[in-house]
């Protein structure tokens, strides 16, 4: 594939797969793909949580809200099993409370890596 290849436009820096330690100052408000292993699952205020940082306060956190974090659930898919599963996910990086975070509106935005 291209991206593995690095060709295309996967041979640029911008476009490379970040990894859940990356600096995410530069990243705020762009499209990015991010590789990383998902450490802790949770639910609060109706939101499903998906954690990739190590010790609950820093790391990208992956979020689905409301009835989008319904859809996660359908076809029988239990979002928990992706609990210490290497993933990559895809959605726009934002800063919230100081910490990277990515809100996902749909399963295509979950790659489960082998």
């Given at each position: 594939m291209a991206r593995t290849a690095r060709r295309g436009?996967?041979?640029?820096?911008?476009?490379?797969?970040?990894?859940?330690?990356?600096?995410?100052?530069?990243?705020?408000?762009?499209?990015?793909?991010?590789?990383?292993?998902?450490?802790?699952?949770s639910e609060r205020d109706g939101r499903l949580l998906l954690d990739l940082g190590s010790d609950g306060r820093s790391g990208l956190l992956a979020v689905a809200a409301g009835k989008d974090g319904r859809t996660f659930r359908r076809g029988g898919f239990d979002p928990v099993s992706l609990e210490g599963r290497a993933v990559r996910l895809r959605g726009v990086v934002q800063s919230v409370g100081g910490r990277p975070q990515?809100?996902?509106?749909?399963?295509?935005?979950?790659?489960?890596?082998?």
């Amino acid at each position: 594939m291209a991206r593995t290849a690095r060709r295309g436009i996967w041979a640029e820096t911008v476009y490379r797969v970040r990894g859940n330690r990356d600096n995410w100052r530069l990243d705020v408000g762009s499209f990015q793909l991010i590789e990383g292993r998902i450490g802790r699952i949770s639910e609060r205020d109706g939101r499903l949580l998906l954690d990739l940082g190590s010790d609950g306060r820093s790391g990208l956190l992956a979020v689905a809200a409301g009835k989008d974090g319904r859809t996660f659930r359908r076809g029988g898919f239990d979002p928990v099993s992706l609990e210490g599963r290497a993933v990559r996910l895809r959605g726009v990086v934002q800063s919230v409370g100081g910490r990277p975070q990515i809100t996902l509106a749909n399963r295509a935005q979950i790659e489960i890596l082998p």
